[in-house]
């Protein structure tokens, strides 16, 4: 006759066996996220840094405002995600710099509704931080044109 602590031995261990195969599928299913999840963020920093590299590029060569250039780039590098953070404004400054002095500065419609001599006012100042500026942010446009990503 078969005891009764055997069979709650062998229920035990199916038990045990089961939970250890839905705990490996479990497993799996995060593994097999984080993956994509990894895969997502790298494509979308492939799509980030195409874009840095078109626009630093019209920069440096004096297609693209220096203002705007700063703007968007300063607001695309820092969308770029990595595991090990990066100091942008610390590896770029001038390009950061002219962004904190323009950023709230009106653009596109917003400049309808000033008057047409703050609007004048607004320009030279922006002018003048970008002659401030000029020469080292076309270095930094010219290096940002080249950024790759770690690992590439």
Not at 43 to 59: C, D, F, G, P, Q
Not at 128 to 133: K, N, Q, T
Request: glycine content about 6%; aromatic content about 6%; some cysteine.
């Amino acid at each position: 006759m078969i005891s009764v602590w055997l069979i709650a031995a062998l229920m035990g261990g199916v038990i045990i066996l089961a939970l250890g195969i839905y705990a490996g599928k479990l497993l799996a299913q995060v593994k097999s996220q984080t993956l994509r999840q990894t895969q997502a963020v790298s494509a979308r920093n492939e799509r980030i840094l195409e874009s840095i590299n078109t626009i630093a590029l019209a920069v440096s060569q004096e297609q693209c405002n220096q203002s705007e250039g700063a703007i968007r780039l300063t607001n695309l590098l820092n969308a770029l995600q990595f595991s090990q953070p990066r100091d942008f404004e610390r590896e770029y400054p001038a390009l950061y710099e002219l962004y904190e002095k323009v950023k709230d500065m009106p653009t596109h419609e917003a400049r309808k509704n000033y008057k047409r001599n703050e609007i004048m006012r607004l320009d030279i100042q922006r002018a003048g931080f970008e002659l401030e500026l000029a020469a080292q942010i076309k270095t930094e446009a010219k290096q940002l044109s080249g950024l790759t990503l770690p690992g590439a």
